[in-house]
């Protein structure tokens, strides 16, 4: 079989060769991870436009409970209140150790300890009046 020099240079040169997956492997071939292997999403009422955020986002009545709370708190109103809350909780947290630092005796009075040594020191001490009760 003779090849034509337009065939020839093509079978010469592997890299002027069609990269389109139609040339490589007939129209079945199947590309991995295209937009094409998506789920369209139903689009919701509105001027029907292919790019508009209607179509886009579903509407809210489609969303799932998880996908809903997930929208919910990433508000920047929720983060905020959230993040008020977890204040608060800290400086709880950090004034019933400063608190139970104060019931606690070490040798030098003002010593600071961390959160670990204090409940360290608590087990011991209250181990130590248990035992002092004992006797």
């Known amino acids: 079989m003779m090849l034509s020099p337009d065939q020839a240079a093509d079978s010469d040169h592997p890299s002027s060769a069609h990269s389109d997956p139609e040339s490589l492997g007939g129209t079945d071939t199947k590309v991995l991870g295209s937009v094409s292997d998506l789920e369209p999403v139903e689009e919701a009422e509105g001027d029907g436009k292919s790019g508009s955020r209607a179509a886009l986002y579903p509407h809210p009545q489609q969303l799932s409970r998880e996908e809903k709370r997930r929208r919910r708190r990433a508000t920047a109103k929720y983060r905020s209140a959230h ?3 977890e204040r608060i909780r800290v400086e709880a947290f950090n ?9 606690l005796p070490t040798l030098p009075p003002d010593k600071k300890l961390s959160k670990i040594e204090i409940l360290r020191l608590a087990i011991c001490y209250i181990s130590y009046l ?6």
Not at 95 to 103: I, S
Request: charge should be positive; avoid cysteine; hydrophobic fraction near 55%.
């Open 83 to 85: 993040a008020t809350r």
């Open 95 to 103: 004034l019933a150790f400063a608190e139970l630092r104060k019931l």
């Open 130 to 135: 248990n035992h002092v009760l004992d006797v």
